[in-house]
């Protein structure tokens, strides 16, 4: 089974910056997609980025491109999300997810099929 596990969530000026990282236990990190998704209030969870396994093809979602930037360390089992240029739009509850299967080069339609408990992040403006 694994286990998933995020931190860096908190409140943040508009602007501002924020970054979330999750652990990843239970079984092999390398070679599998991650991804972070955000729900909001009242709304439906969203895709924000994936990266595929070896971190060579990152996808974000155009509402986070070019404010974020996913990132993964294989070695310390951890995906990070960089957030900057936040705003209230941005609030949320942060969930990194793991798949068992990989992105291609042509994007990343995988299925999450491990989900953290998720971290919340609150702009202020």
């Known amino acids: 089974q694994v286990q998933l596990v995020e931190f860096g969530g908190g409140l943040v000026q508009a602007g501002g910056s924020l970054r979330l990282s999750c652990t990843a236990s239970?079984?092999?990190?390398?070679?599998?997609?991650m991804g972070w998704f955000r729900q909001a209030p009242g709304k439906e969870r969203e895709f924000v980025a994936a990266i595929s396994g070896y971190g060579n093809y990152p996808y974000y979602s155009e509402s986070v491109k070019d404010r974020f930037t996913i990132s993964r360390d294989n070695a310390k089992h951890t995906v990070y999300l960089q957030m900057n240029s936040l705003n209230p739009d941005d609030a949320a509850v942060y969930s990194c997810a793991a798949s068992d299967s990989d992105c291609s080069g042509s994007g990343c339609y995988v299925k999450y099929d491990y989900w953290g408990q998720g971290t919340r992040v609150t702009v202020s403006s």
């Open positions: 239970g079984r092999a990190f390398t070679s599998y997609a």
